[in-house]
């Protein structure tokens, strides 16, 4: 859409390509597929759970501790994000006796987190 433009383009006629509805309805995802990736976005909206999220891309595993200063919130709202994040399987917790030490569940997330950043950097 142009800068000047007020309305989004859309089509004039109403013509259906049948070959290429049916190519992607061939390759379209689960349902259950749909409401996980869903959920993961959804997780990833919130600004906080983002600096958490990127946080852990620097270092291997920090504590509650750590993520609150690095969040600016106190310890009990940062649980509370880690709480939703390990829910939706993007963080995992480690117990050491009294400490708990939070990391990324896996490279995929490191590399949403990775791209996310890059593209949200592109002019």
Known sequence: MDANDTQPEV?????????????VQERA?????IERL?????????????RI???LTVTKEL????????ANLSVSA???????LRDRDLVHARRD???????????????LIDTGAVHANEQ
């Open 63 to 70: 504590c509650v501790c750590d993520l609150a200063v690095i």
């Open 11 to 23: 089509c004039s006629i109403h013509e259906i390509d049948p070959d290429a509805v049916k190519r």
């Open 78 to 84: 940062v649980s509370h994000q880690l709480r939703l």
């Open 53 to 55: 999220l990127h946080a």
């Open 97 to 111: 006796g009294r400490m708990v030490y939070y990391s990324l569940s896996d490279e995929h997330v490191r590399h």
């Open 38 to 50: 869903s959920r993961l976005f959804s997780a990833l909206s919130d600004p906080t759970r983002l």
């Open 29 to 33: 995802l689960p349902e259950r597929t």
